[in-house]
C-alpha cells in the first residue's frame, strides 16, 4: 500500500502502521500513519535517511519513523515528542 504526503510523490514503506479508524475507503494509498519502517540497502539508504525522512515528517498523524539495515545491525529511529519535536536514536551493535 502506498503512504501519500500531502502534494508530494507516492511513497511504498516497507511497513505502514495506521492508529486510527480509516476514514477513506481507498484501497490503493494511506495518507494517515502513526508508524513508517523502511528497510533499507546499499542503493536506498541515502534516500530513505533524506528524501524520505523530510517528507514523512511533514505527516502530522506520524509518531516514528524506523530505518532498518538489510545488511548490519543498524537502526535509526525518529520519534515525535509531545511538543512535536523530532527525536533521534540509534540502536548499533
Same mark, same amino acid.
Not at 502534494?7 to 484501497?27: A, G, H, I, R, W
Not at 490503493?28 to 514523512?56: G, H, I, Q
Given at each position: 500500500?502506498?503512504?501519500?504526503?500531502?502534494?508530494?510523490?507516492?511513497?511504498?514503506?516497507?511497513?505502514?502502521?495506521?492508529?486510527?479508524?480509516?476514514?477513506?475507503?481507498?484501497?490503493?494509498?494511506?495518507?494517515?500513519?502513526?508508524?513508517? $519502517?523502511?528497510?533499507?540497502?546499499?542503493?536506498?539508504?541515502?534516500?530513505?535517511? *533524506?528524501?524520505?525522512? #523530510?517528507? =514523512?515528517? +511533514? $505527516?502530522?498523524?506520524?509518531?516514528?519513523?524506523?530505518?532498518?539495515?538489510?545488511? *548490519?545491525?543498524?537502526? #535509526?529511529? =525518529?520519534? +515525535?515528542?509531545?511538543?512535536?519535536?523530532?527525536?533521534?536514536?540509534?540502536?548499533?551493535?
Amino acid at each position: 500500500m502506498k503512504v501519500r504526503i500531502g502534494d508530494s510523490p507516492f511513497y511504498y514503506p516497507d511497513v505502514m502502521v495506521v492508529c486510527e479508524p480509516l476514514e477513506s475507503e481507498n484501497p490503493v494509498f494511506e495518507d494517515k500513519p502513526c508508524l513508517l $519502517v523502511e528497510v533499507v540497502s546499499s542503493s536506498t539508504e541515502k534516500t530513505d535517511r *533524506r528524501e524520505k525522512l #523530510a517528507n =514523512y515528517q +511533514r $505527516v502530522p498523524t506520524l509518531k516514528a519513523y524506523i530505518i532498518a539495515a538489510q545488511d *548490519r545491525k543498524w537502526v #535509526a529511529h =525518529y520519534v +515525535r515528542d509531545e511538543s512535536g519535536v523530532w527525536q533521534r536514536g540509534d540502536l548499533v551493535e
